[in-house]
């Protein structure tokens, strides 16, 4: 059995002291041994972050990397900058940033591959647009990311890879997609990893659904076949966070 994994999203919210306080209001509610926790907060909270979740069963992830070991790129946060604080996590082309700063399906493939050479596990980010999945291609689309993102990637590599689903029309909308809708598209996925890697790999990794999960909708959506948890973002900031991570 797959072990779910419930990460928050923090997206751009939240100072470092902010982040304290949140992480310790937080810790109580989403303690289980039943789900991976992970809180992906902004770079600049991680180290606070880190130190604030000490203890707990929370695991802290990054939101972005460069796939660059070091040098000459302002601005960017390395991957050995990352592991040499704790961090064991990081999102990799959420639809933001494939929207707002250029990510493509060939630099989220260069992303992946610098995060398993660094033992970060990937939170892999794919999803249609509202017009694609009018026009009847959402599998088609999800499975060209896919198959891009994964390129090189080694089957035990992808075995232990998370994949989240995330419609685009869904996030931050209140437009949760149906279970029946999320649950077609991560069995999809899935089958797309077992043509790639063999059934192994499709049975080990973890599938997430993202796009306004609530405590209200998260047990329906968990409880799919192939849906292993969720990616949360605005969710994730409340103290509905530990009803969606016990969400049973
Ligand atoms: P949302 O965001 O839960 O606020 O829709 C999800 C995400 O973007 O990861």
């Not at 100072?15 to 907060?41: N, Q, R």
């Not at 990637?153 to 931050?172: D, F, S």
């Not at 990794?205 to 849906?227: C, H, K, M, N, W």
Request: aromatic share 8%.
């Amino acid at each position: 059995m797959r072990k779910k994994i419930i990460a928050g999203n923090w997206k751009m919210n939240k100072t470092p002291s902010e982040t304290v306080t949140l992480i310790d209001e937080l810790k109580p509610l989403v303690a289980t041994d039943e789900a991976d926790v992970v809180f992906c907060v902004p770079a600049v909270s991680l180290t606070t972050a880190i130190e604030a979740a000490k203890g707990s069963n929370i695991q802290i992830g990054a939101q972005n990397m460069y796939y660059e070991e070091s040098g000459a790129y302002t601005g960017e946060v390395a991957p050995g900058m990352l592991t040499d604080i704790g961090v064991k996590y990081v999102i990799v082309g959420h639809s933001e940033r494939r929207e707002y700063f250029a990510e493509t399906d060939v630099t989220v493939n260069k992303k992946v591959l610098k995060a398993f050479e660094h033992g970060i596990t990937p939170i892999i980010c794919c999803g249609e647009s509202l017009t694609q999945r009018e026009q009847g291609v959402t599998i088609d689309f999800i499975r060209q990311q896919i198959k891009i993102a994964f390129l090189n990637v080694t089957p035990e590599q992808a075995k232990t890879a998370v994949i989240a689903y995330e419609p685009i029309w869904a996030i931050g909308t209140g437009k949760v997609a149906t279970a029946g809708q999320a649950q077609e598209v991560c069995k999809a996925i899935r089958d797309c990893i077992a043509e790639i890697y063999g059934d192994a790999a499709a049975v080990a990794i973890r599938i997430q659904y993202g796009g306004s999960v609530t405590a209200d909708s998260a047990a329906e959506l968990f409880s799919q076949p192939d849906i292993d948890g969720g990616l949360v973002g605005g969710a994730s900031l409340k103290p509905d966070f530990g009803r969606i991570v016990n969400y049973k």
